[in-house]
């Protein structure tokens, strides 16, 4: 089992779906909100994946393509 | 007793021993390093810095290590220069200029987090370090690793100009780049660092790492006769840099090294890579990621970490985050150049033309301090400004001909 932690940020037109419940339906993986800020208009949640890790690998590229910026907890590290 | 107390969360507050960590493990939150300052405070002194080491060491007791420094001995104490011309041309009369584009050994900024970091990684057990890096980054911890007999690995994207690159080969570290685009790159790195036992400076090394960039602030003081400017300018990429220096001239004032701060921190981004300046314009602490577009490469981080607590920061000290467009950077870069003989690279540009800008917002007052931050070489960018400095005059060998361009540069 792996986990990965990561940050999910909600563009305007998408912060009304359940993109987080999908990526647990969808995929092998257990969703794991630590922490958020979610207003109704935008938002960011952080939370852990944990599954086998092409199952996190697809759950990651579902929220991708279900229009949400999923990035790793630490945010942009190539400095 | 030690003076270092741990790690702890900036969200939740959980407190850690300070190993090789960075993210809580109850909220997420980045973990920063927590001191005894009661210890501190016995230990430090004006009379003992200024008796210390001529680079960033003098500190050593603000800095998060625990036994004698190991990196980066000739790091810091970069020079700061009372600028005339330019404060001149700006109206400024206590403009200064803090030049880290020749700190040691590879000409920025980044020389200051890195020899914190690596210290701290040697003290810790480490024999391996990294980064993921698509310059002064890489270049700082190939030399340092180099000097220090560390096993390196640097990550690149693939599609990184090769010319880049060459400034890190030329130390022999192990350059891995990656196929992929950029978020590919943080995926990966992020899942090595927690595979691997190796101290990835900016990741599980990050609490310390940041911590040297308060020397920036620290040097400040000790230059202008132990007192805070009344302003400075910082550049912002992860938002780091700027929630270090405030950080920096707190904790001289808790240690009674310097009295009365009132430091307005303003924040310089470029236009094409800029979500803290816009989340900041829209009052608002919620950053919308971006996908970079600028020359300024070395703030070009569209998800910057600290974003947030750099708005928290700039809000509290009544600063203000502006960003500059890339003619306006490349404007900036030749202002320094021209007038006070400092060539910057990029950052540095965004730097000076926000100081430019907030210049024309009236935002210093007669006899004000301000203090700018140029963290980085313009030789390293040289690409960028060379569509806008012309080229040399070109003369027949003879005198005739000389004096034909005279007569042209008198007009």
Known sequence: MANLKIRITFPEDKIKEPIIYNAGKNYKVVTNIRRADVTEKTGWVDLELEGEIEEIDKAVSGMKAAGVIVNPIEGDVIE | ?411
């Open chain 2, 1 to 411: 007793m030690s003076k270092i107390k741990g790690l702890v969360c900036k969200e939740c507050k959980s407190e850690y021993p300070a190993k090789a960590i960075h993210v809580c493990e109850f909220c997420f939150g980045p973990l920063e390093v927590a001191y005894n300052y009661d210890v501190i405070q016995t230990q430090i002194s004006k009379e003992k810095i200024q008796q210390g080491p001529i680079s960033l060491w003098r500190y050593v007791d603000l800095l998060p290590i625990e036994s004698t420094p190991t990196v980066g001995l000739n790091t810091g104490f970069t020079p700061m220069v009372h600028s005339k011309n330019l404060g001149k041309k700006l109206g400024l009369d206590y403009l200064y200029i803090k030049n880290d584009s020749v700190n040691s050994p590879t000409l920025s900024f980044k020389d200051r987090v890195v020899a914190v970091a690596l210290t701290r990684a040697k003290e810790l057990g480490f024999d391996t370090v990294a980064c993921a890096s698509t310059g002064n980054l890489a270049n700082s911890v190939s030399a340092n690793a180099a000097e220090a007999n560390f096993k390196c690995f640097v990550f690149i994207p693939s599609d990184l100009e090769s010319g880049k690159i060459l400034g890190n080969l030329v130390y022999k570290p192990n350059v891995v780049a990656v196929e992929g685009n950029y978020d590919d790159v943080n995926r990966l790195c992020s899942e090595i660092a927690g595979e691997y036992p190796w101290a990835f400076v900016n990741i599980n090394i990050r609490p310390y790492y940041s911590e040297g960039s308060k020397t920036l602030a620290f040097e400040t003081a000790e230059a202008l006769d132990w007192q805070a400017p009344d302003h400075v300018v910082v550049p912002i990429a992860s938002g780091s840099l700027l929630t270090k220096i405030y950080k920096g001239f707190q904790e001289f004032e808790r240690l009674g090294l310097i009295s009365g701060v009132k430091t307005r921190i303003h924040g310089a981004q470029a236009e094409g890579c800029s979500p803290v300046a816009a989340a900041f314009k829209r009052k608002s602490d919620f950053l919308q990621p971006v996908k970079p577009n600028t020359i300024a490469k070395s703030l070009a981080i569209g998800n910057p970490a600290d974003g947030y607590y750099a708005i928290k920061i700039a809000e509290e000290t009544g600063s203000i985050i502006e960003s500059v467009t890339d003619p306006e950077i490349i404007e900036g870069i030749k202002l320094l150049a021209e007038n006070e003989g400092i060539f910057t690279e990029t950052a540095g540009g965004v730097t000076v033309a926000t100081l430019k800008k907030l210049v024309n917002q009236g935002v210093f007052k007669k006899g004000e301090s301000v203090v700018v931050y140029i963290t980085g070489n313009g030789l390293k960018t040289q690409e960028s400004i060379a569509p806008a400095v012309g080229s040399p005059w070109l003369i027949q060998p003879n005198l005739k001909s000389f004096q034909h361009i005279l007569e042209k540069e008198k007009k």
